[in-house]
């Protein structure tokens, strides 16, 4: 209620978008946030290794270096990701996150160890795989709302 000299609020009768769930708006958390960006960095760097493989095979014995530098940061960033997946997942009792996040955390796992085995054969079809899926996973990270909790849409 508001008095004849106060002016009424910019966001007064505005909803939040709605995401057709019951009950659930189109705001992004914070724990929707942080997953949303441990997703963006490790697509990015996921996205590098092929460069720097072509570096490698272009002749520039480097590039090897640069592709096994990045396969560690891709590594720590999956396991990175899974971590803040499972803390998304229990804040808002939704699992694709935690999910999605562990089944790339185990094919990455291979994905190394057939790197370092030089077993191309699995090595490059599982890399073309990962990045797949984390184009999907990226996609609908950012497309779908990732529902906030508690007052106003918030999980702080």
């Not at 396969?71 to 803040?84: M, P």
């Not at 997946?85 to 999605?100: A, D, H, I």
């Amino acid at each position: 209620m508001t008095s004849t000299d106060e002016a009424p609020s910019a966001t007064a009768g505005r909803e939040a978008p709605s995401t057709g769930v019951t009950g659930v708006t189109g705001v992004t958390g914070v724990t929707g946030g942080m997953f949303r960006a441990a997703v963006t960095l490790h697509t990015v760097v996921v996205f590098g290794q092929p460069v720097f493989a072509g570096v490698y095979l272009s002749g520039d014995i480097g590039g090897l270096d640069l592709h096994a530098l990045g396969a560690d940061a891709a590594s720590f960033l999956g396991l990175a990701q899974a971590i803040v997946g499972v803390t998304y997942s229990v804040r808002q009792r939704v699992w694709w996150p935690t999910l999605t996040s562990l089944l790339l955390v185990a094919a990455e796992s291979v994905q190394y160890v057939a790197g370092m085995d030089g077993a191309l054969w699995l090595h490059l079809p599982l890399g073309v795989s990962l990045i797949a899926g984390l184009a999907v996973l990226f996609t609908v990270a950012w497309t779908r709302p990732l529902r906030g909790r508690g007052r106003g849409g918030s999980d702080a």
